[in-house]
């Protein structure tokens, strides 16, 4: 019984690696025998490395006996080179070019090593074979060049297909955390939208301006709930966020902290802007028509402001201005005081 012998992994064999391309590569006996005359033989153990992608190179070798592969590496399959097959004659033809493959021997192999001198004299001594030499070189070079513009084209479909599931997936991702921080009644940002834009202060606040807050609270919410219900009382909280937009610029932020209790952080040149704008909030809100079933009823609010002391946090910023709000609401509401924070003394008067 003849013994059978498992496949070497590392052997290469007619075809393999290129397809049809590798029988282009394929040197006929003749050829052989005009490049042995020119070259050098050079040995090589499984392992050893030619040259490397990138590199500039001058030299054309042809495989004796062996298994060399190509990497070409970003992602094109790489090809093993056997016995009577060429690789790196771009290098000839042109000079100077750089590698587009890396070159290593997967067994202990022989090359013939063709250098640029040893070329153009066979061009000179055997014209006719090296021109048909040539020939089938570019022929496959222009078809490996064809079958790598279609690998891009793939590539690149798969690329902006990976692109647009990204923006999809970054969408998705910002609509959730817009609607994680904004809230659901009156779509101004509710505590935590609050809390990421001050996180963020660094970047959006104006070196020329300072902060300024207003605690805003509707003045007998409760009464109008339990009178006309909780879907008149949304009603009316939709039409303050309205009014609370209407004021403000650019710079600002609202937020609806629960229930009927707002706060709008602005940016301001001084303490006297900010009552101001408070007071502008404080007439526009009397001013408000509502709709049936609350026609008639007169809305109001009180507001107590705070100039915000850069080095403090919001919690001192809350607090101070809360002081401010909670003494509005006990003089009856329906106006504003704004105070300097941290200062206990008498407040800017307000409407």
Same mark, same amino acid.
Not at 225 to 236: E, I, L, M, S, T
């Given at each position: 019984m003849s013994e059978v012998h498992e496949p070497d992994p590392n052997e290469c064999t007619a075809g393999q690696g290129d397809g049809a391309g590798n029988e282009a590569r394929r040197l006929s006996d003749f050829e052989m025998n005009v490049f042995r005359l020119v070259a050098e033989k050079r040995r090589l153990?499984?392992?050893?490395?030619?040259?490397?992608?990138?590199?500039? !190179?001058?030299?054309?070798?042809?495989?004796?006996?062996?298994?060399?592969?190509?990497?070409?590496?970003? !992602?094109?399959?790489?090809?093993?080179?056997?016995?009577?097959?060429?690789? !790196?004659?771009?290098?000839l033809f042109i000079g100077d070019h750089a590698r587009? +493959?890396?070159?290593?021997?997967?067994?202990?192999?022989?090359?013939?090593?063709?250098?640029?001198?040893?070329?153009?004299?066979?061009?000179?001594d055997e014209p006719a074979i090296m021109a048909r030499f040539m020939r089938r070189s570019f022929t496959y070079l222009v078809a490996s060049e064809q079958r790598l513009i279609t690998?891009?084209?793939?590539? /690149?479909?798969?690329?902006?297909?990976?692109?647009? $599931?990204?923006? *999809?997936?970054?969408?998705?991702?910002?609509s959730a955390e817009r609607m994680v921080q904004t809230d659901?009644?009156?779509?101004?940002? /509710?505590?935590?939208?609050?809390?990421?834009?001050?996180?963020?202060?660094?970047?959006? *606040?104006?070196? /020329?301006?300072?902060?300024?807050?207003?605690?805003?609270?509707?003045?007998?919410?409760?009464?109008? /709930?339990? *009178?006309?219900?909780?879907?008149? !009382?949304?009603?009316?909280?939709e039409l303050l966020a309205a009014q609370i937009k209407r004021s403000m610029t650019s710079l600002d932020l609202a937020c609806r902290l629960g229930g009927d209790e707002f706060a709008l952080l602005l940016q301001v040149a001084e303490p006297a802007e900010l009552a101001a704008r408070a007071r502008s909030l404080v007439e526009g809100v009397r001013r408000l028509v509502l709709p049936d079933p609350l026609a008639g009823v007169s809305l109001s609010i009180s507001v107590g402001g705070?100039?915000?002391?850069?080095?403090? $946090?919001? $919690?001192?910023?809350?607090?101070? +201005?809360?002081?401010?709000?909670?003494?509005?609401?006990?003089?009856?509401?329906?106006?504003? *005081?704004?105070a300097p924070a941290g200062d206990q003394g008498p407040r800017l008067p307000g409407n």
């Open positions: 153990s499984a392992g050893d490395q030619l040259f490397r992608r990138g590199e500039l !190179g001058r030299t054309m070798y042809v495989i004796e006996s062996g298994c060399i592969q190509l990497d070409f590496g970003d !992602g094109l399959r790489d090809k093993r080179l056997g016995a009577r097959e060429f690789f !790196g004659e771009l290098a587009l +493959a890396s070159a290593s021997a997967l067994s202990d192999a022989e090359v013939l090593v063709i250098v640029h001198a040893d070329f153009d004299a066979l061009l000179d690998h891009l084209k793939r590539r /690149n479909e798969e690329l902006l297909l990976t692109l647009d $599931s990204l923006r *999809q997936t970054r969408t998705k991702l910002t659901e009644l009156t779509s101004l940002h /509710n505590r935590r939208g609050l809390y990421a834009h001050l996180e963020d202060r660094a970047r959006w *606040q104006k070196p /020329n301006l300072g902060l300024g807050l207003l605690l805003i609270d509707l003045d007998n919410f409760k009464q109008i /709930n339990d *009178q006309y219900g909780h879907v008149a !009382g949304d009603r009316v909280l705070v100039w915000c002391e850069p080095e403090a $946090s919001w $919690s001192i910023w809350y607090s101070q +201005a809360d002081d401010v709000l909670y003494r509005v609401k006990a003089e009856g509401g329906d106006h504003c *005081q704004v």
